[in-house]
């Protein structure tokens, strides 16, 4: 029983989630399906958002803050069949669902109980844009200390706009060992349909601890360095055969596929999220279509494919109409790219079961794929599918450009690392990037890889990637407007559709390529630009965009950062933290 929807029946204002349940429905056939909004606190006409009718320009008032209560701590997990030892929240990975209506408040505490050995830890809502609140991004080292072994920390966030995103702990590659789960804002919608069927994670899966694939793929043995993954699962679902095991962990087989329930005739929001690790993931389900009606938090004039596209961290709500038989069972499909160089994985082939009206619980579908066209370039789906409903047209003269180069090297002590114009990120724990700026020290450590944009208005950032992986670029803080992208060399001059760019928060910077990528630098703070596989992020692969530092100057930075910090101080005075990686 999923206790989540409790909310809707309290009253106004302060809301607590109870959100502790250990048993996590997801996948299962009694989740909950999600309603259109939570019904507490209707402005005027009816709905949350009142007479608003497109998510655009600022979010209403809701006056509502949703409370939910973390506790994270070390267990064991066995989602196929393999029993692993995981970081869960609350007990559970993936952790409870965060929703709420735009506009809302969202206030999260974060226990931090991982024990034996301890962890820092640190918690980001991933493509949250943070506007007034960038203290509460869960950078490690950027907007925050670490959250310290014992102690707890409180994000505030606003839904800005509505959509589908997830949460993970942004502290080393935490979220690859099970600290993530699903965030859904809930707002007027561009599309009709009839049924929410909730978040859909499409992720691969390593069966080794997170901090043992950290530590050799930063370590200097080469044999070592590149880390396949073990499965693919979708709703952290999938079978694993366990004749494979060979060290005694125990395993079963036939751990069970996540499973759909469709109504013949109705047509279900599905909301994906790519949470790997190091994998892109195509999505589709057999003898369906879909319609792709937005990326990442952005709404997309509504196109139909038979498979859609997710790199790491990427979003897309899809609309699927149930138009099988009414016993008819089918896969829902999760496919990593098993060539050189887009993925590396010993069981690329994720699938659920997608069971109609009267179909049996256990109904074993025909297979049927749609066919998946090799891309050794591992993109995003092309950018003349995805096209903003709401256009942005490109601003063509910036203010700022600057160039960054991306480059895999053995550095001298036999470490494998990237380099972003020559310096690969490390995270300064003890002194974060955002109070020191707030204090009015622009002095920044070499290796904190901080751009220093200014008060320039329009920031346009053209990456090269030198090398021979692909590397999901996230920016925090804003979408991202996709100028140009291509191999080798950038013109200076080719644009893809000034008019209506596409924008997102996770664009893919193919191997040896360029993306140029533009933003309107109205919200002030200093913002990870990254490459979320995490295995390179974990290399150094990542830069921090200082925006308008004088503003930056002026905030007010609420005290529980500097207690937060005090608290992280006192812990490694007398601890010391294994930071085996670049550290965010
Ligand atoms: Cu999904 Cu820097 O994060």
Redesign the pocket.
């Known amino acids: 029983m999923v206790k989540v929807n409790v909310i809707s029946l309290l009253g106004l204002g302060s809301l607590r989630c109870v959100a502790g349940s250990a048993i996590n429905t997801l996948g299962m056939l009694e989740a909950p399906t999600l309603p259109k909004f939570l019904t507490n606190n209707p402005l005027p006409d009816g709905k949350p958002w009142g007479k608003l009718t497109s998510p655009v320009g600022s979010a209403p008032t809701t006056g509502v803050t949703r409370r939910y209560d973390f506790m994270f701590s070390r267990g064991v997990s066995s989602p196929d069949g393999f029993q692993k030892d995981s970081l869960l929240i609350n007990g559970q990975s993936p952790g409870p669902l965060i929703h709420a209506n735009w506009g809302d408040w969202i206030e999260i505490t974060v226990h931090n109980n991982i024990t034996n050995p301890d962890e820092g830890t640190a918690l980001?809502w991933?493509g949250f844009l943070q506007h007034n609140t960038p203290w509460s991004d869960g950078?490690p080292s950027v907007s925050q200390c670490p959250i310290a072994p014992g102690s707890s920390y409180t994000y505030r966030i606003r839904a800005e706009r509505p959509g589908t995103t997830?949460y993970?702990a942004?502290y080393s590659a935490q979220y690859a060992g099970g600290l993530y789960g699903p965030l859904v804002v809930y707002g007027p919608s561009h599309v009709d349909y009839d049924v929410d069927l909730g978040p859909i994670f499409v992720s691969d899966y390593f069966h080794r601890e997170y901090f043992h694939i950290v530590a050799d793929v930063v370590g200097t043995n080469a044999t070592r360095w590149g880390q396949p993954s073990d499965n693919t699962m979708i709703n952290a679902r999938a079978n694993f055969n366990c004749s494979l095991v060979t060290d005694g962990t125990p395993c079963h087989n036939n751990a069970g596929l996540s499973k759909f329930r469709f109504r013949k005739g109705k047509t279900y929001r599905l909301r994906l999220i790519n949470s790997s690790a190091g994998g892109l993931v195509y999505f589709s389900i057999d003898n369906h279509t879909l319609q792709v009606v937005s990326a990442d938090f952005v709404p997309i004039k509504p196109y139909n494919a038979t498979y859609v596209t997710l790199n790491i961290?990427n979003r897309a709500d899809v609309l699927v109409t149930a138009a099988g038989d009414k016993d008819a069972a089918f896969y829902m499909r999760a496919t990593q790219p098993n060539y050189f160089p887009c993925a590396r994985a010993n069981q690329p082939n994720g699938t659920a079961i997608i069971l109609y009206d009267s179909a049996a619980e256990n109904s074993i579908p025909a297979e049927n794929p749609h066919p998946i066209p090799v891309d050794t370039t591992c993109s995003n789906d092309p950018l003349n599918l995805t096209i903003p409903y709401y256009p942005e047209p490109l601003n063509r003269q910036p203010s700022v450009t600057r160039q960054i180069v991306a480059t895999l090297l053995v550095n001298a002590t036999g470490n494998q690392v990237y380099e972003m114009d020559n310096s690969s990120f490390h995270a300064n724990y003890n002194n974060p990037l955002l109070p020191q700026a707030n204090r009015g020290n622009l002095t920044f450590e070499r290796q904190s890889n901080v751009y220093n944009f200014g008060s320039n208005q329009t920031v346009r950032i053209v990456f090269y990637n030198n090398n021979q992986a692909p590397h999901p670029m996230?920016l925090?803080g804003y979408d991202m407007t996709i100028v140009s992208l291509g191999p080798g060399q950038w013109d200076g001059t080719t644009v893809f559709r000034p008019d209506n760019p596409m924008r997102r928060d996770v664009q893919m910077l193919s191997p040896f390529s360029h993306l140029v990528v533009q933003f309107e630098a109205n919200n002030p703070g200093v913002w990870?630009f990254?490459c979320?596989i995490a295995w390179h992020l974990s290399m150094g692969f990542y830069i921090n965009v200082l925006v308008r530092p004088d503003e930056v100057r002026r905030m007010q930075i609420p005290s529980a950062t500097k207690r937060g910090c005090d608290a992280w101080s006192k812990y490694t005075k007398d601890h010391t933290v294994q930071q085996i990686d670049d550290g965010?």
């Open positions: 980001h991933h950078v997830w993970h942004h961290g996230h925090h990870a990254h979320h965010a």
